[in-house]
């Protein structure tokens, strides 16, 4: 990417998004410490919902630690300067898509050649 304002913008992207997952994860630690409390305490409804909403949650946390490895990579190759190049093809990812998706490492072109061979 050449336009160095875009970049400015899609770092401070990166880094607020960055925080917002981190903030979360700490949140659901908290939660987790909080229901393992209550199971402690509870029945064995208690317990059954407590184990429910845990499965979920760490569901949506490895997703989350998911989400945050590809903002860390994105950061890291705005460092090195190899940011919004294509994985696959190394041609430069277009500009809206990385508006959209700022950590997206592959261009559309690429990515849609990924999801065909997955089918
Ligand atoms: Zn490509």
């Not at 959209?100 to 089918?119: D, G, I, Q, W």
Request: with cysteine.
């Amino acid at each position: 990417m050449e336009n160095h304002r875009d970049l400015e913008k899609i770092k401070k992207m990166l880094l607020e998004e960055k925080h917002r997952i981190l903030n979360k994860l700490q949140r659901n630690k908290e939660e987790e410490k909080n229901n393992r409390d209550r199971q402690a305490v509870g029945d064995d409804v208690d317990q059954a919902v407590a184990l429910e909403e845990e499965n979920l949650r760490s569901a949506l946390s490895a997703m989350e630690v998911q989400r945050l490895r590809a903002i860390e990579s994105a950061l890291q190759r705005i460092e090195e300067g190899t940011y919004g190049y294509c994985e696959e093809c190394g041609e430069p990812i277009e500009e809206g898509r990385l508006m959209a998706k700022p950590f997206a490492v592959l261009c559309v072109r690429c990515k849609e050649e990924k999801e065909r061979k997955r089918f």
